[in-house]
């Protein structure tokens, strides 16, 4: 959802527990976007995109609602900040069309990763490319 031109307010993850109920490794990411920066050249755009926000990472079904701080032992999800940066570029080949490209990642500060996942620390790394189009 963007209620403002540069702001942008966005969840995403593998869909488990809304959109299916199998039991997968999921990180799932809540956060707002703000366009710092904006270059704009002919039917082109490329903007300079940096978020905050909570994670979620889980090994098993969702729960609802999100578990920050330090996990127990068999506890199947936590969560905890993150911030993210990225570019994003945007091309309109028809007035009311356009093609997306996005390349970004962060890193969240989940107490809890390493019980949940494995994870080395609390520190989990996040990267992602996305390639789309609007009507």
């Known amino acids: 959802v963007t209620p403002l031109d540069r702001l942008s307010v966005e969840a995403c993850g593998n869909g488990g527990g809304v959109l299916h109920n199998r039991d997968v490794p999921d990180m ?9 920066a904006r270059v704009r050249r002919g039917a082109g755009e490329a903007s300079l995109v940096v ?6 990472v889980q090994s098993g079904a969702d729960a609802p609602g999100f578990r920050t701080g ?4 068999g506890q199947i999800e ?3 900040a993150e911030a993210s940066a990225g570019v994003k ?5 028809h007035p009311r069309t356009y093609v997306a490209f996005e390349v970004g990642g962060g890193v969240a500060w ?6 949940v996942i494995g994870a080395a ?5 996040f990267a992602g490319v996305t390639v789309g189009a609007g009507f």
């Open 78 to 80: 936590a969560a905890g």
């Open 70 to 73: 330090p996990a127990v032992e």
């Open 28 to 36: 799932s990411h809540y956060r707002v976007r703000y366009a710092a």
């Open 121 to 125: 620390s609390p520190a989990v790394g």
């Open 51 to 56: 978020g905050a926000g909570l994670a979620e």
């Open 89 to 93: 570029a945007r091309w309109w080949p």
């Open 110 to 115: 989940i107490p809890g990763a390493p019980e």
